[in-house]
């Protein structure tokens, strides 16, 4: 069972995470898989143009993005949930 939004320190009183909630269940657990990873992606790229580093990705970085093909669908959700962590 996925754990509650606010495990995660989120509130409802974030009107979005409210009507998330409302809609997906408390733990998102509803969810279809289609929607979490376009959401993830979305809120990855925006967290990223909104980081304060001028950096950008270290070669290590772009190289394993070139081989994500290498993965299984399992192993890209598995390899989303480590980098979380």
């Not at 998330?20 to 990855?44: N, P, Q």
């Not at 290590?60 to 290498?70: C, G, I, K, V």
């Amino acid at each position: 069972m996925a754990h509650p939004v606010g495990y995660y320190s989120l509130s409802h009183d974030n009107a979005l995470i409210k009507d998330m909630c409302e809609t997906w269940g408390e733990g998102l657990e509803k969810m279809s898989e289609s929607d979490t990873l376009w959401l993830i992606g979305r809120i990855a790229h925006e967290a990223w143009l909104a980081c304060d580093s001028d950096e950008p990705p270290s070669n290590e970085a772009s190289s394993a993005w070139n081989r994500l093909h290498e993965l299984k669908q399992w192993e890209k959700i598995a390899l989303i949930k480590a980098m979380v962590q």
